[in-house]
């Protein structure tokens, strides 16, 4: 029987692209130093092969026109790695105002675990973003369990977990929508959520670092988010629990 390849994703979101600004080429060179040896220089040709992009900076700033960035990858089909930057509608988004999304999806192998962190803190200071996260793709899975209301009727979330509000039921962009395994929280997202507050806070700061914007990376747990295991249940749990603003579960 095949086995489905694990992957890690990192979602982050940024003030809206108004044309090439630099910010695309800096979430690509973001990713390319946190991972030693990869290289985004390829695009995808319509039956799905990579195409060298020799002008990759140039290509970027073309697509950026259009408030988003076509989608590259590192040219390698045995270890896939790609990145794209979509515009998120003012109707789609918290608070009406248009969002830039920021999207990668990596093999979870040890090399990307490893990396993960500084990926993540390199990509959400390079597109200014507000929040973002890395998680597993079964963690994206229980994510849009959560958000909701589903059609049809309430659902339950899996684990316990609490229901989240739809983006756009969001009062602001700088709240964030959910938390992932690592969370990347800009210094207005961490006002908003109110962290840290050193008090309760002591084991998120002990696996956080602060940026040199003045945000934060926080890392729920030491290994990838695995919902199979108990613990990290209960560290997901917790973070809910803690932070109440995310999701626009404290507002009225």
């Not at 756009?168 to 964030?176: H, T």
Request: net charge negative.
């Amino acid at each position: 029987m095949m086995t489905t390849r694990a992957s890690l994703h990192l979602h982050v979101f940024a003030p809206a692209l108004t044309g090439d600004d630099g910010r695309p080429l800096a979430a690509v060179e973001g990713m390319e130093r946190a991972l030693p040896g990869l290289r985004l220089a390829w695009r995808l040709s319509k039956a799905g092969r990579p195409i060298a992009l020799p002008q990759r900076a140039a290509w970027l700033a073309e697509t950026a026109a259009a408030g988003e960035f076509g989608l590259l990858c590192n040219g390698d089909e045995s270890f896939p790695v790609t990145v794209t930057g979509r515009r998120e509608s003012e109707s789609d988004s918290p608070g009406g105002e248009p969002l830039l999304l920021v999207y990668a999806a990596l093999p979870q192998d040890e090399p990307v675990v490893a990396a993960a962190v500084d990926m993540l803190e390199n990509v959400a200071e390079g597109v200014r973003a507000l929040w973002g996260t890395v998680a597993p793709s079964p963690v994206r899975q229980v994510i849009a369990a959560q958000t909701g209301p589903k059609s049809g009727g309430p659902e339950r979330p899996p684990h316990g977990l609490p229901m989240l509000k739809l983006p756009w039921n969001i009062r602001s962009p700088k709240v964030p929508r959910y938390i992932g395994w690592i969370n990347y929280w800009s210094a207005t997202a961490a006002e908003a959520i109110g962290f840290p507050d050193p008090s309760r806070d002591a084991e998120l700061l002990a696996r956080a670092r602060r940026t040199a914007s003045g945000g934060w990376v926080v890392s729920l747990t030491e290994a990838p988010l695995d919902l199979d295991k108990p613990a990290h249940v209960e560290a997901l749990r917790g973070a809910y629990e803690r932070f109440p603003e995310i999701g626009g579960r404290a507002e009225t």
